[in-house]
């Protein structure tokens, strides 16, 4: 084939993407990079359209050593991305998560937990009269308690990957705007990838970032990814009783999930059973009228009165296999790189992953071991457990 050669092409050029090209030019600015990205505009992509949580509050070891690595790198960020002068500012905010606990959830709460502080992560058992006290709204009745944790938090994600981006150009990695059509592969092994719109790119590394998208691009090169898109839906809200001073990202034991927002706002969300398979963006102000909003207002009586200002609708990657990442060469295509399957947290485990790949690319010593996410338990049937907190 007629084409463009690199070291590595990145398919996919939202927070997996850029983070992975960050870490790699960081790495050796020698190296040729390709970001193929079909929307610079990130208009569907998950990593804008999330609520760009980052929590230690995870029940594997290595997810809560990922969202370590997190807090480090958002810490020193608007610093290290700095580029000509520039500094992103990423609005990093560590408000806290609390996650309440009945009486069906205690058991892996208190496991959780256990494991959390074992690592030396600072997370506290609060008990029904502690919520409330730090949090008066809140109807308590029906909890054993609730797990908190006071350096988790959210940042602005579009300004991180923004962050990255700039960072990764800036050390020579490259951003074409197109589609990738097909990854090429040949007598297992990869060779580059066919662009829908311009000539073709040749490599002999191919790392597949394409999101919500991963599955149907992984398909073009004969690999079967258990990963399919779906629906989720964020609310915000301006309710007529204002907190005094921020909420935390506040999980109910239905999933149910809300947290202070600026402007005064609460954004609000909750993954559903029957949320929609498949790429669709439509959000649905009856979900909210009819199913969250008294879900909302039985906890938070002073939410009673409210008014929905607007809403918005993403996509998680969800890996049926077990909601956990999928990461590293695929066994049956040499070179062939994958960095997918995130669910609902894999904003967060942006930086770790990207390093990680980049580490696995380049055959360095690994800062943060995470072959348990191996692509090979995919094949071999060997689902994760996370405790349900996916
Ligand atoms: C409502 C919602 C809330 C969430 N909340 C959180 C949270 O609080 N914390 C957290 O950590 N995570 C959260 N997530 C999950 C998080 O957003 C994702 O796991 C993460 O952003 C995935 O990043 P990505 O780069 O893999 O995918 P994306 O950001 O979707 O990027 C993939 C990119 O690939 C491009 N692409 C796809 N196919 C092709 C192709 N063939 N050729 C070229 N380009 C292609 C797309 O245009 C897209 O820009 C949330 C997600 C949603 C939807």
């Known amino acids: 084939?007629?084409?463009?050669?690199?070291?590595?092409?990145?398919?996919?050029?939202?927070?997996?993407?850029?983070?992975?090209?960050?870490?790699?030019?960081?790495?050796?600015?020698?190296?040729?990079?390709?970001?193929?990205?079909?929307?610079?505009t990130y208009s569907q992509a998950s990593t804008t359209l999330s609520a760009s949580n980052v929590r230690i509050q995870f029940s594997l070891k290595e997810n809560i050593q990922i969202s370590r690595y997190a807090f480090e790198v958002l810490e020193k960020f608007e610093d290290e991305m700095i580029v000509e002068g520039e500094k992103p500012r990423i609005y990093f905010r560590r408000e806290g998560n609390l996650f309440l606990v009945d009486e069906a959830g205690r058991r892996a709460a208190e496991e959780a937990l256990a494991l959390q502080q074992s690592l030396g992560c600072p997370?506290?058992?609060?008990?029904?009269?502690?919520?409330?006290?730090?949090?008066?709204?809140?109807?308590?009745?029906?909890?054993?308690?609730?797990?908190?944790?006071?350096?988790?938090?959210?940042?602005?994600?579009?300004?991180?990957?923004?962050?990255y981006k700039a960072k990764a150009r800036s050390l020579g990695a490259v951003y074409i705007k197109d589609e990738v059509g097909e990854i090429v592969a040949h007598s297992k092994r990869?060779?580059?990838?066919?662009?829908?719109?311009?000539?073709?790119?040749?490599?002999?590394?191919?790392?597949?970032?394409?999101?919500?998208?991963?599955a149907q691009?992984?398909?073009?090169?004969?690999?079967?990814l258990p990963v399919v898109p779906v629906k989720r839906q964020v609310f915000v809200l301006h309710t007529a009783v204002k907190p005094e001073g921020p909420l935390p990202l506040?999980?109910?034991?239905?999933?149910?999930?809300?947290?202070?927002?600026?402007?005064?706002?609460i954004?609000?969300?909750?993954?559903?059973?029957?949320?929609?398979?498949?790429?669709?963006?439509?959000?649905?102000?009856?979900?909210?009228?009819e199913i969250l909003w008294p879900e909302l207002a039985a906890f938070v009586p002073a939410f009673d009165r409210l008014k929905l200002v607007r809403g918005w609708a993403g996509l998680y990657a969800v890996n049926t296999l077990d909601g956990n990442a999928i990461l590293g060469?695929?066994?049956?295509?040499k070179g062939l790189y994958l960095a997918n399957g995130f669910s609902g947290h894999g904003l967060q485990q942006a930086p770790a992953v990207g390093r990680f790949l980049a580490e696995l690319i380049l055959e360095r010593p690994l800062s943060l071991d995470l072959s348990i996410f191996r692509p090979e338990r995919i094949l071999e049937n060997r689902p994760l457990s996370e405790g349900g907190l996916v």
């Open 267 to 289: 954004l609000l969300g909750k993954s559903m059973a029957d949320d929609p398979v498949g790429y669709n963006f439509t959000w649905d102000d009856k979900r909210f009228m």
């Open 123 to 163: 997370v506290e058992w609060w008990s029904p009269a502690k919520i409330k006290q730090r949090y008066p709204l809140y109807a308590t009745g029906g909890l054993v308690g609730g797990t908190f944790g006071p350096r988790d938090g959210h940042f602005d994600a579009y300004a991180v990957l923004m962050g």
């Open 329 to 333: 060469e695929w066994p049956e295509v």
């Open 190 to 214: 990869v060779s580059g990838v066919r662009l829908s719109a311009r000539e073709n790119l040749s490599a002999p590394c191919v790392v597949n970032c394409a999101g919500a998208w991963a």
């Open 217 to 224: 691009l992984a398909a073009t090169a004969g690999v079967k």
């Open 1 to 40: 084939m007629n084409a463009r050669f690199y070291d590595v092409i990145i398919a996919g050029g939202g927070i997996m993407g850029s983070a992975t090209a960050f870490y790699l030019m960081k790495a050796d600015d020698r190296l040729k990079v390709a970001v193929v990205e079909r929307d610079p």
């Open 250 to 265: 506040t999980v109910l034991p239905s999933g149910l999930y809300f947290r202070s927002e600026t402007g005064g706002l």
